[in-house]
């Protein structure tokens, strides 16, 4: 038989303490469970990244896209600009990410990181798409009509949308159009 959390009227299956996940974190946030401290856990974190005068750099394992990975006390993996922050500064609200505001991915510097939405976080990148031919973010050329044409989607829908005869006329637009409709695209404002 499956264990289910010991809050009234939750089915979901226990993960620590008799509670869910969901329950666990919550009660965690509001000081209600009292943890024990891992003593030897900060020191072992700590070994693992190199400071340069910018950015704390992960230096032990990494994703695939170059974001540190650690595990946790209870042995769960986790990004390690998450767990550094979580140390330095405190929890991460649900719905909420970490964005590196010095686009190094490997990273853990609290004061590189912000809080920011999934769409926040994704407006602040850098450059083009890996396989973008103009390398200008936002940018393509249409051999049909032998024109440069900048484009910007914003909440899934189409918001700017022109055609240039230079690749230069295009990247300034498509800048301009990013810094009206976007927040957090911190390399254009700065360009």
């Not at 289910?4 to 209600?32: A, F, T, W």
């Not at 020191?43 to 992960?58: L, M, P």
Request: net charge positive; charged share 30%; glycine share 6%.
């Amino acid at each position: 038989m499956k264990k289910i959390c010991s809050v009234e009227d939750c089915q979901k299956p226990r993960d620590s303490k008799g509670l869910c996940k969901n329950h666990y974190m919550r009660g965690l946030r509001r000081g209600e469970i009292e943890t024990r401290p891992d003593p030897g856990y900060s020191d072992r974190f700590w070994a693992k990244v190199e400071k340069t005068e910018s950015c704390w750099n992960w230096t032990a394992a990494k994703t695939h896209n170059g974001y540190g990975v650690a595990y946790l006390p209870n042995h769960k993996q986790q990004v390690a600009h998450k767990i550094a922050y979580r140390m330095l500064v405190g929890e991460v609200p649900d719905g909420i990410e970490l964005d590196h505001t010095c686009h190094n991915r490997s990273c853990v510097n609290p004061d590189h990181l912000r809080q920011a939405t999934h769409k926040q976080n994704q407006e602040n990148r850098t450059g083009a798409q890996s396989n973008s031919k103009s390398g200008v973010r936002g940018v393509h050329y249409n051999r049909r009509t032998s024109s440069w044409v900048a484009t910007v989607k914003h909440e899934r829908k189409m918001r700017f949308s022109k055609q240039f005869k230079t690749l230069e006329e295009a990247a300034a637009a498509v800048q301009a159009a990013r810094n009206e409709i976007f927040s957090h695209n911190d390399l254009d404002r700065v360009a």
